[in-house]
């Protein structure tokens, strides 16, 4: 199953780091993500970013067993 | 990445006087260093003690040096370019990030060190947690990443 | 001069380490510091091995500090501020000049040094000599000083 | 009588760092040191500026026994 990470916010708004999460495409696991840890992620999606394997991916993109996704809210590196 | 830069995420201090001296090149008359320290005082966050930088570790590097590639397209001249960054606490006054570069004439060296400051907190996943008196929360004034197309690629 | 002014004719090497962590203030987010080092090559005088810098001794100061003054003026939120030049033998790969300043923000840390160092290079009674292969003379590029009017004065 | 300092292509010029010149002037000093030391000087001078004890000043300006007056040709510090 692939494993989707929680930064920043993200990470206060689902209470861990990293999960496991079924579907066959990025939006598919985005969409089930969303619907697991309920209000506070979703309204945090709008800004967020989401990487498939490190990289921008568009929710088309098929996920494979041990694709890493991160949920990228904005960024305060710096 | 050559040898000619120097890309590092770091929980230690950043090596400043270090980064100085190694930036330096004989053909080269300039060196701008720029760091980002950490602030008392956060918009109305008052009394900050310190920050804390949590980054998604393992693409911090790979993008740092998408932008010293972006970087050295843009000013060829560039001698030696530095890229460094803070993970974990770091506290007031201490430099969470530091840009350096060396280049022949000075006004391309502000220019790349304030390109390269600029576009790094613009594109790299890293999040500042600032601890400030009665209160802890993520950074003021975060930046959306960019959309698969506007992230700026090695090959263009 | 305030105490958060460090103004510094030298003939030894410029303390860039000291200098950088003085610069820090805890209400500033951001530090610039451009150093101008001797290069092997200026325009067609290769192989330069090293540079000798000559200047009107009791009044590199007093304008380093008419400066300052003037760059507080422009961007008062500037925390501290340094300007520290050598004199004497500089050889290759050594900082003849050093600019930093802590501001707020990090804009403005960029503005005031480059304004700082092109104010500098136009207006401090400083010359250099280049020490080439088969040749010695005096830095290309000099600036005619400025006339009576245009110089800063501290009360403009 | 008032001290006239050279520095840098100036220096070189009159192959001194410094001399004592009459002139009740700045004016008159300025035109007797260039009358003293020819004409290498003389093609310095539209570049050069005139100080008097660290200040720019104008030809007009009178001279005192112990000033300094310092003929600065373009600098390049930096």
Known sequence: MPSVLFFGPARDATGTR???????????????????YGE??????????????????????????????????????? | MGHDDWIELTSGEIPL???????VRPGCGAVDIFCGTAREQSDDRKGVERLEYEAYEPFVVPKMSEIATQARRRWPQVGRLALVHRVGPVVIGE????????????????????????TLKATVPIWKREIWEGGADWGLHAQVLPEVAEVPGPDR
Chains 1, 4 share one sequence.
């Open chain 2, 95 to 118: 430099a969470s990030v530091l840009i350096a570069a060396s280049t022949p004439h000075r006004p391309e060296s502000f220019d790349v060190v304030r390109w390269c400051i600029d």
């Open chain 1, 18 to 36: 990293a999960t496991l999460i079924e579907g066959r495409t990025l939006g598919e696991v985005v969409a089930s993500t969303v619907e697991r």
């Open chain 1, 40 to 78: 506070e992620l979703a309204r945090l999606m709008p800004t967020c970013r989401v990487w498939l394997n490190g990289e921008p991916a568009t929710p088309e993109t098929p996920v494979k067993e041990n694709d890493e996704i991160a949920l990228l809210p904005p960024v305060s590196g710096g």
């Open chain 2, 17 to 23: 006087a270090e980064i100085a001296a190694w930036v």
